[in-house]
């Protein structure tokens, strides 16, 4: 592996348009919740609005990192409550056999340092999903497949449903020959499978320390890599997934790995492009933490009160030392907090930093 760069502000690049592109961002986002406002009677998150499982457990920072990787929140050994919350992105609540990409939330409780301007609180978030880049390289073109969310956030979901389907059969197609497609996943092709197999990622850049990097979670404890790819028949079960969940908690511990995957390449790893992914064999994702889940329920209406209702999660949720770098994360700063105040307004819960899982 190639030593490490250290971050410098030339990594990123501003452009003039920016503030415009994000106010057209909080007016779309706010159209997606209004919209499902009236329709659910409830006001939930404008892009993964639905939720699979709500966890809570301890996430323990390794010893013996070196020094690139000992940085921030796991500059030393140390252990902390966490809280993590599974998803789909839709910002409407669709039936399971809607099948499109799965996101994970993870907020570690109770981490002290210097903190961003709107980090209230004492946590650390990472927001992730389920590949290893973003489905577009920057805000202004994430904003076009935002709007198209947004136009079709009423459809019916026996539309979507059938959609689905189809998009799934050219997906399977795709990958018998060895291919993939981001954009047919992303639209409702997503093969169905177990979500507690899944390997998570951050997809866009954050500060680590001195220097810059990518995050993961990927599942460790056999009984979750067993799940890694393991079909799962949703349908006729609009909550499948969560089911599945509910399931495997009963009886079995979770245990992941988070990851971090530092910038070594300055034009290979683009910290302004987040569809492109960094290459794996110029730089591994490498174990800086486990997080371990005791089995629990995870599913209750007092979690949901208390954890989707109750809690924001954003990467702008933090320390200095992992500041969120690049164009789609400098939209979350923007954005997050909007679609935040809209659910706490409407259903009367205040959101909080919390003090314990």
């Not at 409780?109 to 978030?125: F, M």
């Not at 539309?159 to 997906?171: I, N, P, T, Y």
């Not at 300055?266 to 994702?285: F, H, L, N």
Request: hydrophobic share 40%; aromatic share 6%; with cysteine.
């Amino acid at each position: 592996m190639q030593s490490p760069i250290r971050f410098d502000p030339s990594l990123e690049v501003v452009q003039p348009d920016e503030e415009e592109v994000q106010a057209e961002m909080i007016r779309v986002f706010r159209k997606i919740q209004e919209t499902t406002l009236e329709d659910y009677g409830h006001a939930v998150r404008g892009v993964h609005a639905k939720s699979h499982g709500l966890l809570t457990g301890r996430l323990t920072v390794l010893p013996g990192l070196p020094p690139a990787l000992a940085q921030g929140l796991f500059a030393t050994p140390g252990s902390y409550d966490v809280v993590m919350r599974l998803s789909t992105n839709p910002g409407d609540i669709l039936d399971d056999s809607v099948s499109t990409p799965r996101g994970l939330a993870v907020k570690v409780i109770g981490v002290s340092g210097e903190r961003l301007p709107e980090a209230e609180g004492e946590t650390q978030d990472f927001v992730l999903a389920n590949a290893p880049a973003f489905t577009a390289p920057d805000a202004k073109a994430f904003l076009k497949s935002l709007k198209l969310l947004a136009a079709t956030t009423d459809t019916p979901q026996v539309f979507k449903k059938v959609f689905s389907a189809a998009l799934r059969g050219l997906e399977g197609a795709l990958e018998a020959v060895g291919g993939k497609s981001a954009t047919l996943i992303s639209l409702g092709g997503h093969p169905e499978t177990h979500i507690l197999g899944e390997t998570f990622y951050s997809q866009a850049a954050l500060r680590w320390g001195d220097h810059v990097a990518k995050v993961a979670v990927a599942p460790v404890a056999p009984a979750l890599t067993a799940l890694t790819g393991a079909s799962l028949n949703v349908n006729g079960k609009p909550n499948g997934l969560r089911e599945a969940v509910s399931e495997f908690f009963r009886a079995h511990e979770g245990v992941w790995e988070l990851r971090a995957q530092l910038l070594t390449d300055r034009e290979t790893m683009p910290v302004e492009d987040a569809s492109k992914p960094w290459p794996e064999e110029a730089s591994p994702y490498v174990p800086v933490a486990r997080i371990t889940i005791a089995p629990q329920e995870s599913w209750s209406d007092e979690k949901v009160r208390r954890l989707d209702d109750g809690l924001a999660f954003s990467p702008w949720h933090g320390l200095v030392a992992h500041r969120p770098l690049g164009s789609v994360m400098r939209a979350r700063r923007a954005v997050y907090p909007s679609s935040a105040g809209f659910r706490a307004e409407h259903n009367g819960c205040p959101i909080h930093a919390p003090t314990r899982a």
